[in-house]
């Protein structure tokens, strides 16, 4: 029979990809997560991590695992959080800081719906694409893209699933041409994005298994992912975004998918908070809504062509 609470440690240790980060997190001893591994591994008779004295990584069997477990932990805390009284669910203040680009196009609608079904609570929406410090600043929580490597914070995934796509608009096309290969992007406009004063100008692709970066200029780049966003969709040159961002404009043909066979950078969304007792109803309630609304958005993304 497998345990809740030993998969949440295989959960977080895969995160971290440390047993000493992932008990320190969960404040219990090492050992503990050792011997929490070592009985799922015995259940599930599968070698989930390899372990050296200086590395630990995922196995194949690990990687394939990983999904299952966090599904079977969302699940349990979707049915937990429906078995609460409403008057017990949120009240208070909860503030939350997202990216610029996702928190217009995607998750403005959900935190408006989520504060319709809780008038109670007092939601103050900080949206930037500089990193929000859950520890100084006046934020609770916050939605961020990338892994999280930092073990002093708390991560819930939202989107594990999420990359980074080519799109550019019809317009665009018709003028300019679309790419046939990642090599093509080096004769297009590209629109790229600075954050904290280094500019990301260097896409990056797999293909097969092998991966391939291209080296991109163009005439117009920004601070803010959302400016880049706006810029694409007004026909002004390609840009190189997450899914999450653009799938909306995808599916509603403003934008179009490019170079659907080759995939891109990773970029997986995680809900942070600096510790779990701030876990409250409402930010679980909240984390469920937002990773439902993700969730559906990464269904629409088409499979990698062959």
């Not at 799922?40 to 004295?53: I, V």
């Not at 934008?255 to 997986?268: A, F, I, K, N, T």
């Amino acid at each position: 029979m497998l345990r809740l609470e030993d998969l949440a440690l295989f959960v977080r240790a895969a995160a971290l990809l440390s047993f000493s980060d992932a008990a320190r997190e969960s404040g219990v001893q090492p050992a503990q997560v050792s011997a929490a591994i070592k009985r799922l591994e015995r259940d599930l008779d599968a070698r989930l991590f390899a372990r050296s004295t200086r590395s630990l990584r995922l196995t194949p069997e690990g990687e394939t695992w990983l999904p299952h477990a966090i599904r079977i932990l969302h699940t349990l805390e979707a049915g937990t959080a429906e078995l609460r009284p409403p008057s017990d669910e949120v009240r208070g203040t909860l503030q939350v800081a997202a990216p610029s680009d996702l928190g217009r196009h995607m998750l403005l609608d959900v935190f408006r719906a989520f504060h319709r079904a809780h008038p109670a609570l007092n939601l103050r929406i900080l949206l930037s694409d500089q990193l929000a410090d859950v520890f100084r600043d006046p934020v609770d929580v916050a939605f961020r893209y990338g892994n999280n490597d930092d073990a002093s914070y708390v991560a819930l995934p939202v989107a594990p699933a999420n990359r980074r796509v080519v799109v550019a608009s019809p317009a665009y096309l018709a003028r300019a041409g679309a790419p046939a290969t990642p090599a093509d992007l080096a004769r297009h406009n590209a629109l790229t994005y600075v954050l904290r004063g280094r500019t990301y100008d260097r896409w990056r692709f797999r293909h097969h298994g092998q991966p391939q970066h291209v080296a991109v200029r163009g005439s117009l780049t920004s601070d803010d992912a959302e400016v880049i966003h706006r810029l694409a969709l007004a026909g002004e040159g390609i840009a190189y975004k997450s899914w999450l961002d653009v799938c909306d404009d995808v599916q509603a043909g403003r934008l179009s998918l490019l170079l659907p066979q080759y995939e891109g950078d990773s970029v997986p969304l995680n809900l942070i908070c600096p510790h779990r007792k701030q876990l409250s109803a409402a930010v679980r309630l909240l984390h469920a809504a937002v990773r439902d609304r993700c969730e559906d958005a990464l269904r629409h993304l088409p499979a990698l062509a062959a």
